[in-house]
């Protein structure tokens, strides 16, 4: 079965320094991953996707990811902070239709 | 602009009342989905369906219904056997079971 985890429910980084949200995930298969952003009462916006090609995913608004099978994590990343981060971040693996498993989500506050 | 539209943005139930939530999406896309959003749980599969005139359950069916007459349209009817309703549904849709796309969301809140 698969499943993922964020680590961390919430982070808090000032603006203009270095963002981590970390992600680990277990799947049986050769699964894709996903990171997702949300600001309030909004939908799900995707931020990046890794589906086997190049292991270090870039995406959109300066954050990238980088795939490690050894570790299975998906560690999302941004070298500098901007207020406008500021939401919640979800990191999704998937396997098919009804095979997509949301993490629980980590809410990044970001500090002037 | 192709996207999905999700309606009403907020929707208020009283009990015993079956309410339904619209999605519609304009990309073609053939897969559509809706989930049930809870702080702290991340988003829960109610239904989905890979083409008209079919649908699955997910993880949480229990209390909602689905039809998928058209391949623009996936409406959810909240049931009243649904007892806790409230919460923030999203409504999704892909090509076949690869990226989702998401819409703007539909908040449900009990008189």
């Known amino acids: 079965a698969q499943s993922v985890t964020q680590l961390d429910s919430h982070v808090s980084v000032s603006e203009g320094t270095p963002v981590l949200l970390r992600c680990n995930y277990s799947?049986?298969?050769?699964?894709?991953l996903f990171w997702y952003v949300q600001h309030p009462n909004k939908g799900l916006q995707l931020l990046l996707k890794?589906?086997?090609?190049?292991?270090l995913v870039k995406g959109i608004n300066g954050f990238e990811a980088e795939f490690k099978k050894s570790e299975t994590s998906f560690h999302l990343t941004k070298p500098s902070a901007h207020m406008s981060d500021a939401a919640e971040y979800f990191c999704?693996?998937?396997?098919?239709?009804?095979?997509?498993?949301f993490g629980t989500g980590t809410k990044l506050q970001v500090i002037p | 602009d192709g996207g999905i539209t999700q309606s009403p943005k907020y929707l208020f139930r009283k009990e015993g009342q079956n309410v339904t939530l619209s999605c519609e999406q304009n990309?073609?896309?053939?897969?559509m989905y809706w989930y049930r959003q809870d702080p702290g749980q991340g988003l829960r599969l109610i239904y989905y369906?890979?083409?008209?005139?079919?649908?699955q359950k997910g993880d949480i069916a229990e209390g909602y219904s689905v039809s998928r007459e058209k391949k623009e349209s996936f409406p959810l009817t909240v049931t009243s056997a649904q007892k806790n309703p409230t919460a923030f549904y999203l409504c999704?849709?892909?090509?076949?079971?690869?990226?989702?796309?998401f819409g703007p969301g539909t908040r449900l809140l009990v008189l």
């Open positions: 799947s049986s298969y050769s699964p894709s």
């Open positions: 890794y589906t086997s090609a190049a292991t």
């Open positions: 999704v693996v998937s396997e098919g239709y009804q095979k997509v498993t």
């Open positions: 999704a849709s892909s090509i076949a079971g690869e990226t989702q796309y």
């Open positions: 990309l073609n896309h053939d897969a």
């Open positions: 369906s890979q083409i008209v005139n079919d649908f």
